[in-house]
């Protein structure tokens, strides 16, 4: 599904698109880098693999097109991390959007926009996802920062540094990958399906469950759920799985949910919950107490 939408914030009126699995287990709002908008080729594939691993993208322009035309406006992250964070504030008081937890997808200038929002204003943003670009330029806020943070870098090249950087200031759990063979605006073939991998990966630890759970004790008021979800290295002729667990309790009675995937951990935790769900259904139907 997908929606233009307007987003009002101080001093003017936003342009997004939403895109939303049919059920989404979270919001990530993509933020892109000078010189694109909104439509940029390699931002909406990664969108594309988000909404299939679940979630609901939301991809906005944070400056107007007139805003656009001055430099200074492109390079002044501050001000962009505001609007930012007004825009998950929107998120949050829309009917369709308030109970999804929300991350970040950062590019470009946009990676710096979405770390320095994640810091100064933490609240509800439940992960965070930089490539490339200068997230240092929000390296004296970065301890600051409360959500899971996941930075992508080349594994040579100029944003390296500014990306390590970032990384080994950031005070919350976090993780730093190198994509090979990519060139400063991450376009080469199979790189950004490496980056759509990594992003689906992370949003999946981090936002997924959450929902989630959220649904399972809607749905069996008074259970407890546990989540474990572990990436398995490879084996000699094996493929990397992910790997997820459940315990979940209720009054005297417990039970653990496992389920495995070979790339896609979404998929992974939906089944486990749909197990956890149906296992819970027939204990309650039987006339049991879990």
């Not at 710096?112 to 609240?123: K, W």
């Not at 992974?268 to 749909?274: D, G, T």
């Amino acid at each position: 599904m997908k929606h233009e939408l307007k987003i009002p914030v101080a001093g003017g009126v936003l342009c997004a698109e939403l895109r939303t699995a049919e059920r989404p287990a979270g919001i990530v709002v993509l933020v892109h880098g000078s010189g694109v908008t909104r439509h940029d080729a390699p931002n909406r594939l990664v969108a594309a693999r988000l909404v299939h691993a679940g979630f609901g993208v939301l991809l906005v322009d944070l400056l107007q097109d007139c805003e656009a035309r001055e430099r200074h406006n492109v390079f002044d992250v501050e001000s962009q991390a505001q609007r930012l964070a007004a825009v998950k504030d929107w998120l949050r008081s829309q009917p369709a959007t308030r109970a999804l937890p929300i991350g970040y997808f950062g590019t470009g200038v946009g990676a710096g926009v979405a770390a320095m929002a994640a810091a100064q204003s933490p609240r509800g943003v439940a992960a965070l996802v930089v490539r490339g670009g200068r997230p240092d330029s929000a390296l004296h806020l970065l301890d600051r920062v409360e959500a899971p943070a996941l930075f992508i870098a080349l594994d040579t090249g100029g944003d390296r540094q500014w990306v390590e950087a970032a990384h080994r200031a950031t005070g919350a759990v976090k993780d730093l990958v190198f994509i090979a063979g990519a060139g400063d605006s991450f376009r080469e073939q199979g790189v950004i399906e490496a980056v759509a991998q990594h992003a689906c990966r992370w949003f999946c630890r981090h936002l997924m469950p959450g929902a989630l759970e959220t649904d399972l004790e809607q749905h069996h008021p008074g259970t407890r759920c546990r989540v474990t979800l572990e990436d398995r290295p490879p084996h000699a002729y094996e493929r990397k799985r992910f790997n997820v667990r459940l315990d979940i309790s209720l009054d005297s009675r417990a039970f653990v949910v496992n389920r495995e995937h070979d790339d896609d951990a979404g998929v992974a935790l939906r089944e486990a919950f749909q197990a956890a769900n149906r296992q819970l259904d027939a204990l309650e139907a039987a006339g049991h107490r879990v």
